[in-house]
T-cell receptor
Framework: KQEVTQIPAALSVPEGENLVLNCSFT??????LQWFRQDPGKGLTSLLL?????REQTSGRLNASLDKSSGRSTLYIAASQPGDSATYLC????????FGTGTRLKVLA | GAGVSQSPSNKVTEKGKDVELRCDPI?????LYWYRQSLGQGLEFLIY????????KSGLPSDRFSAERTGGSVSTLTIQRTQQEDSAVYLC??????????????FGQGTRLTVV
């Protein structure tokens, strides 16, 4: 049974810092891994999708990596801004997604 | 529509009543998922539809919960005899072929269900 863990559960950083969010999964037989952000009271917004044959994906200030063999993915956010404040969720995909409980990020101005 | 649409956005119901939640996926998407998010918790998988295949209902918490998908498009999640512990945000997502094909999932804004 797939289990997904995200560390840290919460993070507070000053504006401008680079930061790393971690996601680990127990079953390496995934087809993809997707990172999302969730703002309070809202649905999930897709940030990056990494397919199983890929090692990383980049979009703007975001970079996500995937190491299937070790069951890990990281989301790197460069030069953080207050607008990045949200909960970040990773979903490990077989035919469905299993999610971690997220990292709640607060970027202080 | 451009994205996944869910209705209603908010629903308050009395304990014991039945409720129906609707999800309109992105046009052409064959995979549709329902998740539940309780306050401060992660996303709990409920049910998965893929094309004409039998749905994966393994996440439904009790037989009070059911879902259908008509014509491979719109889906309805029904909760019978609602209980207070059913209070949560119900999220729907769709993707063009399902996670197994490595395709991206898109979520709706959710339905916030409150059982009083």
């Amino acid at each position: 049974k797939q289990e997904v863990t995200q560390i840290p559960a919460a993070l507070s950083v000053p504006e401008g810092e680079n930061l790393v969010l971690n996601c680990s999964f127990t079953d390496s037989a995934i087809y993809n891994l997707q990172w999302f952000r969730q703002d309070p009271g809202k649905g999930l917004t897709s940030l990056l999708l990494i397919q199983s044959s890929q090692r990383e994906q980049t979009s703007g200030r975001l970079n996500a990596s995937l190491d299937k063999s070790s069951g890990r993915s990281t989301l790197y956010i460069a030069a953080s801004q207050p607008g990045d404040s949200a909960t970040y969720l990773c979903g490990a995909g077989t035919y469905k997604y299993i999610f971690g409980t997220g990292t709640r990020l607060k970027v202080l101005a | 529509g451009a994205g996944v649409s869910q209705s209603p956005s908010n629903k308050v119901t009395e304990k014991g009543k039945d409720v129906e939640l609707r999800c309109d996926p992105i046009s052409g998407h064959t995979a549709l998922y329902w998740y539940r998010q309780s306050l401060g918790q992660g996303l709990e998988f409920l049910i998965y539809f893929q094309g004409n295949s039998a749905p994966d209902k393994s996440g439904l918490p009790s037989d009070r919960f059911s879902a259908e998908r008509t014509g491979g498009s719109v889906s309805t999640l029904t909760i019978q005899r609602t209980q207070q512990e059913d209070s949560a945000v119900y999220l729907c997502a769709s993707s063009s072929q399902g996670a197994g094909a490595g395709t991206e999932a898109f979520f709706g804004q959710g339905t916030r269900l409150t059982v009083v």
